[in-house]
């Protein structure tokens, strides 16, 4: 499986970005696709998830800003970010699951940097 993240660019704080996760696979076939981040200095973090059911979960500092989405036809999942605060400043990773027996299979996409200034 590969993930080809992109979307990311410098913006206002206020702003909106559209970050893409475009995977190689039916994301049907995945058991959730999901969004980290990782800003300077800091570990990776958790972002949000969705899972194939359309069930989704958000950290807590994005809810109610960050959106996702999936367009089955495209295979890409979208994390759509609104009202954007100097903190969602960050590298964001998109990352996929898939169950194969009794393991999981884990993969990530390159980074896509995201800038929000002041």
């Known amino acids: 499986v590969q993930l080809q993240a992109s979307g990311g660019g410098l913006v206002q704080a206020g702003d909106s970005l559209r970050l893409s996760c475009a995977a190689s696979?039916?994301?049907?076939?995945?058991?959730?696709l999901a969004w980290y981040r990782q800003a300077p200095g800091k570990d990776r973090e958790f972002v949000a998830l969705?899972?194939?059911?359309?069930?989704?979960k958000y950290v807590d500092s994005v809810q109610g800003r960050f959106t996702l989405s999936g367009d089955n036809a495209k295979s890409t999942v979208y994390l759509q970010m609104n009202n954007l605060k100097p903190e969602d400043t960050a590298v964001y990773y998109c990352?996929?699951?898939?169950?194969?027996?009794?393991?999981?299979?884990?993969?990530w996409g390159q980074g896509t940097q995201v800038t929000v200034s002041s």
């Open positions: 990352n996929a699951a898939r169950k194969t027996g009794e393991h999981y299979s884990v993969y």
């Open positions: 696979v039916d994301i049907l076939s995945l058991d959730a």
């Open positions: 969705i899972t194939n059911g359309g069930r989704t």
